[in-house]
């Protein structure tokens, strides 16, 4: 596990315009640290700049003004190669859909970012992963095809993967978007969990209120700015 | 480093993607089938006319010069507007030969002439043979039989008597001629040359090449029996070359010519028509194989174009995991050129079973019951190589657009949902 002193992402005066013959200004202004073992969720109502700004802390994209700071590097204008480098070692991902690769086993898929980053890492990471599986209850689903697991099976092996190269901190989009109840709950647990044992940080975009709330802490977003940045009185256990 | 990933989904997506794979394969294989066949029989019926053209003849001839005869008018003075009226005063009709020519075949010998097979003094003439009431107008060839037998085979093509140790006074002649003139072994036949001369010949040997214009217009006897028959003394009318590569009679041809102070002719020259025949027939094959190369990729990249769009979200997920552009477009890269491989594999030892095949089956000549090839093939070690190059070189080029589709996949679209 990576330890990093300061915050795990800090972000300062962030603000995203989209070009165009009118442009449009998704973010403005946004400023806030996530610290590890933070749980974090951003809500807001649809076209309020959550996914934008999902997409620059996962540096799928590049703000057009302020600083974003991920474990203490300014990774504010990283070129395509450097952001995936980052991405690949620093980041988790978890979206609303598995987009697990169908011709791969489930564990081949949960390590698919160890593949990713080449040598031995796979290998290395193997034993934790299997670990692991048996922990959520996929431990006899380990090598079956995602088109061989239930919905929630799928999400839970995604929710793996974006664990698989011991990542600093987590950017799930809606992760309980396509599960029933019972699984979401499930999944919003897990993700608690996860948080708190292994001291990662996660920042989740959600739309669910209720899945918000079992979060430590919730930022609300209105028309690109922050509306409100609270914790939900389940505040993380000391790292 | 992104080789062992690439590699590994790529050959993970062609297995479970079974029925693709064998889409493209199947494509690759019978392009690959498709040019080698083409091409080995193409080449197969070039060799056979080359041959049939050249088997029979030598490939280049040095013969004596042609005199040209003098005019009046070449003698003219300048400013001489006169008009002259008359004719071009044929030469004195006598054969052209070549006197002394045992320094000339020393001094060939010696130039090293490239892929020199065989060197042939010989002498050559029309003649009217006769049996009894018959008569037939031939060619008739003076030369010593071994060294006649490296520019036509008739050792290996008789089909009664002899030709090694033929005595003076004795002839071999072609199958067709001699069933023409209705003469058998042992049996003699006459000669009348265009200069009146006459001789007779016992038949020591009959032969069949197959050559229509050997084996029905050819008698040859020993050199000494020719140059008396055309009363050259010990003259020769020439010599003639067999190279190795029939395709560089032009260029010794040339080469001889500013060497020697004879005329030189090639079989290039000769048949400029076959050859510009068999050009097109190059180009025809070279076309074939282009348009069937084009329409092989066209079909390796729609199909793998339609692998792209099926991967698109999957593919954008592995972006938004920090795969490179590279990984990704390597994954497609190492897909056209494994299912090239494969396929052009398999393409090969359909061709060639294809081809062994098709080579066994022979037809048989109604007349002489002689039997030949049905397909003329030509397999090469170079068609091979050429065709399966091709087939994967298509294979990883085909694959670079949907590759390049595939790597500019963004994943911000994917997340959203587009």
């Known amino acids: 596990m990576k330890t990093i002193p300061g915050p795990l992402v800090s972000l300062a005066g962030i603000g995203k315009v989209y070009g165009g013959e009118v442009p449009t200004r998704a973010l403005r202004g946004i400023s806030f640290t996530v610290n590890a073992g933070e749980f974090v969720a951003i809500v807001g109502s649809s076209g309020c700049g959550k996914t934008t700004l999902l997409n620059l802390l996962g540096l799928l994209d590049r703000a057009t003004e302020g600083t974003l700071h991920l474990a203490g590097r300014n990774v504010t204008d990283l070129d395509a190669r450097e952001a995936g480098q980052v991405r690949r070692d620093l980041l988790g991902f978890i979206f609303q859909f598995h987009y697990l690769l169908p011709e791969f086993d489930a564990l081949e898929n949960a390590l698919m970012p160890c593949r990713l980053a080449g040598g031995d890492r796979a290998k290395e990471r193997e034993p934790a992963m299997r670990a692991l599986f048996a922990r959520l209850g996929l431990g006899t689903k380990i090598h079956k095809r995602p088109s061989q697991l239930s919905g929630g099976e799928q999400q839970r092996v995604a929710i793996l993967r974006a664990l698989a190269n011991d990542p600093l901190f987590i950017l799930a989009d809606e992760p309980t978007g396509n599960l029933d109840s019972r699984n979401a709950a499930e999944i919003s647990s897990l993700l608690r969990d996860v948080t708190r044992e292994t001291h990662r940080a996660v920042i989740m975009v959600t739309h669910d209120q209720e899945m918000a709330m079992k979060a430590d802490r919730v930022i609300t977003l209105r028309d690109g700015r922050i509306e409100s940045d609270r914790p939900t009185g389940r505040l993380p256990e000391a790292g | ?418």
């Not at chain 2, 084996?215 to 020769?236: C, E, K, W, Y």
């Open chain 2, 1 to 418: 480093m992104s080789a062992p990933f690439a590699l590994s989904v790529a050959l993970r997506q062609m297995t479970h993607n079974r029925g693709q794979t064998l889409l493209t394969v199947g494509v690759v294989a019978t392009s690959v089938t498709l040019i080698l066949f083409i091409s080995s029989l193409i080449m197969g019926l070039q060799i056979r006319i080359v041959s049939t053209v050249t088997d029979s003849i030598p490939h280049v001839r040095i013969l004596p010069q042609e005199r040209a005869p003098e005019v009046p008018w070449d003698n003219a003075t300048a400013g001489d507007a006169t008009v002259r009226v008359g004719v071009v005063p044929k030469l004195e009709q006598r054969q052209r030969k070549i006197e002394g020519w045992q320094p000339w075949l020393d001094r060939i010998e010696a130039l090293d002439i490239p892929g020199l097979n065989a060197l042939l003094p010989s002498v050559e003439g029309g003649v009217v043979v006769s049996r009894e009431s018959k008569r037939i107008s031939a060619r008739l060839v003076g030369a010593a039989p071994e060294d006649y037998n490296r520019i036509v085979d008739l050792q290996q093509n008789l089909v009664a008597g002899r030709f090694f140790g033929l005595n003076g006074g004795e002839a071999v002649i072609g199958l067709k001629l001699a069933t023409d003139l209705g003469v058998r072994l042992g049996e003699r036949v006459s000669f009348l040359s265009a200069e009146g001369n006459t001789g007779t010949a016992t038949i020591a040997g009959i032969f069949d090449t197959g050559f229509g214009a050997v084996d029905g217009f050819t008698v040859v006897v020993p050199l000494r029996d020719g140059q008396s028959l055309f009363q050259l003394g010990n003259a020769i009318t020439g010599f003639g070359l067999k190279l190795r590569d029939v395709f560089t009679a032009e260029q010794v041809a040339g080469d001889l010519r500013r060497q020697l102070p004879f005329k030189i002719e090639s079989w290039m020259a000769d048949n400029e028509r076959a050859l510009g025949g068999l050009r097109a027939q190059s180009q025809s094959s070279r076309m074939i194989v282009a348009f069937t190369v084009i329409s092989s990729g066209l079909a390796i990249a729609a199909l793998m174009v339609i692998s792209v769009s099926s991967k698109y979200r999957e593919l954008g997920i592995l972006k938004a995991m920090g795969a490179s552009n590279g990984q990704v477009l390597s994954i497609f890269a190492w897909q056209g050129t494994l299912l090239s491989l494969i396929g052009a594999g398999l393409g090969t030892l359909a061709s060639l079973a294809l081809l062994f095949w098709l080579s066994s089956l022979k037809t048989v000549s109604l007349t002489t019951g002689r039997a030949t090839d049905l397909f003329p093939i030509a397999i090469t070690v170079g068609n091979f190589l050429i065709g399966n190059g091709l087939a994967v070189a298509t294979g990883l080029l085909a694959s670079i657009y949907p590759a390049s589709r595939a790597a500019k996949v963004d994943p911000i679209e994917v997340i959203r949902g587009q």
